[in-house]
């Protein structure tokens, strides 16, 4: 991104939607593309901070809700398998780590 007004490169990204030029400080609207991005990324990482707890892991039942909650049904199951990969690396047994990654596999 560059500032149209000044053209520097140092840009970053206000929490209204804006592009802000560190530079002259000049600011402008998103374009509708990178501000759907924008949105998406942070639908993601809403629903990930709010199943990274939810257990039993059932990547079919959690797909549903993250789905009922705005996500893709591809970025769902990148979330479920996010979350079964934590839980691996949280667990010392043999059988649960089994059963999480026939869930990081198949979900
Ligand atoms: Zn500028």
Excluded: H
């Amino acid at each position: 991104m560059v500032c149209p007004k000044c053209g520097s490169r140092d840009v970053r990204i206000s929490p209204s939607g804006k592009y802000v030029c560190n530079s002259c400080g000049y600011s402008w609207q998103m374009p509708m593309a990178d501000l759907g991005w924008a949105r998406r990324i942070f639908n993601i990482e809403k629903l990930y901070e709010e199943f990274k707890d939810v257990r039993p892991i059932d990547c079919a039942r959690m797909k549903g809700e993250m789905v009922k909650r705005g996500a893709s049904e591809g970025d769902a199951a990148k979330i479920v398998r996010r979350i079964a990969r934590r839980a691996v690396r949280m667990t010392n047994d043999k059988n649960e780590r089994e059963a999480l990654t026939a869930i990081i596999d198949g979900c």
